[in-house]
């Protein structure tokens, strides 16, 4: 089965710094999606930013980018001049091919809390 | 806002109690999916319903049942409900079942049994 591991339950960065939240995860497929989702105090889950597992350029939004590593599972969002809105629960999240039992539901991991100091 | 609507915002409700909680999604969007996030078991997949069929079954207790109405929306019925039920219930709603579909969330709906 797949997992989806976050290793850091919290980190703090300062307003203007970068951060990176780390996430790996296991799969024996080669096709699949992986995302980061923000979820503020508001409970909203906002999708942040995907990555398609056959494309090895890293994806980019604004000031947010991911390091795809699909050798070795991991897949790291990082956060480059830290807002005080930044501030939340960060998912990251695998997507499997539509085969199967999997059409398309997503995994989770359990989250990383980030805070944002001013 | 993600044009996911769920209802209510919020439930309060007894044990051995029955709730259905009520998900429009997306116009347009054939699928759509249901979430559980609990502080122990963190955001898990309950079930997911394609254009009004049942497409895939996660963790989903047998208490819980859910269905697909032909104008799209989704309900998720709990029955028998435990103090261990207590979590925030999210819908999403994608476009299709494809590869490369985006699921948009509702703001969810937050159960309470006591």
Redesign the interface.
Known sequence: AQTVTQSQPEMSVQEAETVTLSCTYDTSES?Y?LFW?KQPP??????VI?Q?AYKQQNATENRFSVNFQKAAKSFSLKISDSQLGDAAMY?CAYRG??YG???????????TKLSVKP | DSGVTQTPKHLITATGQRVTLRCSPRSGDLSVYWYQQSLDQGLQFLIQYYNGEERAKGNILERFSAQQFPDLHSELNLSSLELGDSALYFCASSVSAGKNTEAFFGQGTRLTVV
């Open positions: 096709d999606y989702y508001s409970r909203q889950m906002i999708l995907r398609e998912f091919p539509f039992g999997s059409q398309g539901n997503l995994i989770f991991g359990k989250g």
